[in-house]
């Protein structure tokens, strides 16, 4: 764990084997335990679950919404999100929120009030729908050659060649291939019948239409409600300035540290190892924060 300027508070070292949805509340409240301020606790999607944030209802907290939630997942596909201009002073805080715009709800989720906060990303939506592009070309690429093959088939009757129909559509997720007609030729040597089916590539567009509304927008979540609560802009700043964590570790990874040498059978060398690069990260950031102060002053 870091503060926003990326100087760790606190490291602990965990198994291999650990799942992060499993720990991550533990965790919080060990560290508070341990470091008791006056602190909003921001973590990825990996934190948000129910037993996790019914473990830290008493932390204040923001976290990134899983989309594997229902109720997210219908949001970011209907939620209309208006413009908004976050830019008027022309800030370095405001300029940083440029390409962003949001829309606030309130949830009950996990028997905890919530706001969250429905925000789309202009270059994370250019980004998402190139892909989308490419996702459409290539399923539409992979449906054709599906259709060619089956065209080729024979069968013994129309059920089989629509059951063999049925169960490739089901695995079709933008497009799907619809019948026009079952042919039959009898065969004179044994009177057996053998069947075709043709058909003709059907784009969904209800399924893409719901993928391109979605492009660009996740959601943050806090507790933060009430007479706590947080502007949008604050909740989105804030979820950002996750990034100084994420320099963190880039460099305890360093190639720099010689780590991914080194073999350490005993956990307890593995927690000494972790240790001495946390503390070097600690030296490093106090460097960094030094030498960006007579930059900021002047």
Not at 14 to 20: I, V
Not at 84 to 110: C, F, M, P, Q, T
């Amino acid at each position: 764990m870091v503060n926003s300027e990326g100087l760790p508070l606190y490291t602990r070292a965990g198994d291999g084997n650990e799942a992060d949805k499993a720990v991550f509340g533990k965790i919080l409240v060990e560290f508070k335990k341990q470091i008791n301020f006056d602190s909003i606790m921001v973590c990825d999607s990996a934190l948000y679950s129910q037993e996790n944030l019914q473990l830290i209802k008493d932390i204040k907290w923001i976290s990134r919404v899983p989309m594997t939630i229902k109720k997210a997942k219908e949001l970011v596909q209907s939620v209309e999100i208006a413009e908004i201009d976050v830019s008027e002073k022309k800030s370095r805080a405001a300029l940083k929120l440029e390409g962003y715009k949001w829309k606030e709800e309130i949830v009950n989720y996990a028997g905890i009030k919530q706001t969250w906060l429905i925000v789309e990303s202009k270059k994370r939506k250019e980004s998402d729908l190139r892909q989308l592009e490419e996702q459409i070309k290539k399923a539409k690429e992979r449906v054709e050659k599906l259709l060619k093959e089956l065209n080729k088939e024979k069968f013994n009757s129309p059920e089989s060649a629509r059951y063999k129909l049925k169960s490739i559509n089901k695995k079709l997720k933008l497009f799907e291939i619809k019948e026009i007609q079952v042919s039959a030729e009898n065969k004179s040597k044994n009177s057996q019948t053998i069947c075709q089916i043709e058909g003709v590539v059907h784009q969904k567009s209800s399924e893409i239409e719901i993928l391109k509304k979605s492009a660009g927008k996740f959601i943050l979540a806090t507790n933060l409600v009430e007479d706590k609560k947080l502007e949008p802009s604050e909740i989105l700043s804030n979820y950002k300035n996750q990034q100084s964590c994420e320099r963190g570790f880039r460099f305890l990874k360093d190639p720099l540290f010689f780590a991914d040498s080194f073999f350490v059978e005993n956990p307890k060398r593995v927690e000494t190892m972790l240790f001495l690069m946390s503390l070097s990260l600690l030296v490093y950031s106090l460097g960094q924060r030094k030498r960006k102060k007579p930059i900021k002053s002047s």
